[in-house]
C-alpha cells in the first residue's frame, strides 16, 4: 500500500462520525470544491467538513484522535 503524505490542512478526525473537519482558513472557494477528492485520498470513507479554526479548537479538546 502507497503511503500517504501528511494531510495538508489543519483537522480533526471524528472517527465514530468518519467526519473530518478541516479549518480551510480562507484558502479560496475554488479550492472547497476539492475538499471531498482531498478527504477521501487520505481518509477513505470519510466525509469532510469546513470548520472555522475557534471550532476546530472546541473539537480536538472533545475528540480524540
Same mark, same amino acid.
Given at each position: 500500500?502507497?503511503?500517504?503524505?501528511?494531510?495538508?490542512?489543519?483537522?480533526?478526525?471524528?472517527?465514530?462520525? +468518519? *467526519?473530518?473537519?478541516?479549518?480551510?482558513?480562507?484558502?479560496?472557494?475554488?479550492? %472547497?470544491?476539492?475538499?471531498?477528492?482531498?478527504?477521501?485520498?487520505?481518509?477513505?470513507?470519510?466525509?469532510? +467538513? *469546513?470548520?472555522?479554526?475557534?471550532?476546530?479548537?472546541?473539537?480536538?479538546?472533545? %475528540?480524540?484522535?
Amino acid at each position: 500500500m502507497k503511503k500517504l503524505d501528511k494531510f495538508p490542512y489543519e483537522h480533526v478526525v471524528d472517527c465514530i462520525q +468518519k *467526519i473530518v473537519w478541516i479549518n480551510w482558513n480562507g484558502n479560496g472557494q475554488i479550492g %472547497l470544491y476539492g475538499v471531498p477528492h482531498l478527504v477521501e485520498k487520505y481518509y477513505p470513507g470519510y466525509t469532510g +467538513k *469546513i470548520a472555522s479554526k475557534e471550532y476546530l479548537d472546541i473539537l480536538k479538546n472533545q %475528540l480524540v484522535n
